[in-house]
């Protein structure tokens, strides 16, 4: 136990005392510790990462789980992935080009092609936008207000520590996040409210998860009804913040191990030319063949985790844990 501020802290160390947590004391930890900077807007209240457990909060996972992750749904947006990562190698290829003939470097920026290519990624598979197209000025403000608000999520606050200060916010992150966070959703409600009037015209376009948020109505089990507006600006925010960062850092990471360890880039290459071969794109159907691609990326994140300290859960009851009495209200890491 530690006491980090004011906050009662839990830190679990051991493989025995991580199967006791989750097998036998899972439901008295379910709940999230929030940063004071998410608080605003009433973020938490729609989070998937940081909501308060309760029937709203397993209803959007299940919905999450069966709309981005299953299976059906992968092999029917995987027209959009390749889409945007062949508009990323163009964007490359095209800025090298042109930087070489400004007798600059050439040297090429990677991680900010990846972070874009993971924003359109989603811009596409949520609001079926190129958002980071030069025609759409919104898109491009978008990103730079989820930007911002990543970079307010990422600095330490010490009003996390010593609730009592967060009327004064000393750092002003909580002031900042306001005003970030506000614009984007400005944006996000524009383009709902334009979706909406979509609807009542008619129009019928391919089906994205925006569309599946303004339809759903329940799933007559624990939620019996259509999901809040607010919560709906929310959940798409949430999406775009916690999927484009984690993503692009991922590859940044992959490629920084395989520059740095030239006889696994020999070995990756090799398996590319035997099951991909010289003249073709490599296309997702080819993952479940590239054995050692794959232990390299799962290498690559057990080295590097995208989130290397999860969003510590919270006791939402006093409770007993291998002999120590752990109170309410103590975050665990």
């Known amino acids: 136990m530690l006491r980090l501020g004011s906050i009662d802290t839990l830190v679990v160390q051991s493989a025995k005392a991580a199967a006791e947590f989750f097998k036998n004391h899972d439901a008295s930890f379910c709940d999230r510790k929030s940063p004071d900077v998410l608080s605003a807007y009433n973020y938490e209240d729609a989070s998937l990462a940081i909501g308060h457990y309760g029937p709203f909060w397993r209803m959007l996972r299940r919905l999450c789980s069966m709309e981005l992750m299953a299976n059906k749904r992968l092999n029917e947006t995987a027209s959009i992935r390749r889409k945007c990562i062949d508009q990323m190698l163009r964007s490359i290829e095209d800025d090298a080009v042109a930087a070489k003939a400004r007798g600059e470097s050439g040297v090429v920026n990677l991680p900010h092609y990846f972070f874009l290519m993971s924003f359109n990624v989603l811009g596409n598979l949520m609001l079926s936008r190129d958002l980071l197209d030069s025609q759409c000025k919104e898109g491009h403000d978008f990103f730079h207000s989820m930007d911002k608000v990543a970079e307010w999520v990422g600095k330490p606050n010490v009003a996390d520590f010593l609730p009592f200060l967060k009327w004064l916010d000393p750092q002003g992150l909580k002031r900042s996040m306001l005003r970030d966070m506000g614009r984007a959703k400005e944006i996000v409600a524009g383009f709902v409210e334009q979706r909406i009037k979509e609807h009542k015209l008619g129009k019928e376009e391919t089906k994205d998860f925006l569309d599946t948020l303004l339809e759903y109505e329940g799933d007559g089990k624990e939620w019996h009804e259509k999901i809040p507006y607010e919560k709906v600006i929310i959940i798409v925010l949430e999406i775009f ?40 794109k490599v296309e997702e159907s080819d993952i479940e063949k590239l054995s050692y ?23 939402i009851q006093d409770t007993n844990f291998l002999g120590y009495h752990i109170t309410k209200d103590t975050q665990v890491f």
């Open 241 to 280: 913040f916690t999927g484009t960062e984690t993503t692009s850092t991922t590859i940044e990471w992959v490629m920084a191990e395989l520059l740095n360890n030239p006889e696994v880039m020999r070995k990756v290459k090799e398996e590319l030319n035997v099951v991909v071969g010289e003249n073709r």
């Open 293 to 315: 691609l794959q232990a390299v990326l799962k290498e690559t994140l057990r080295l590097h985790p995208p989130v290397p300290l999860l969003l510590p859960r919270n006791t």
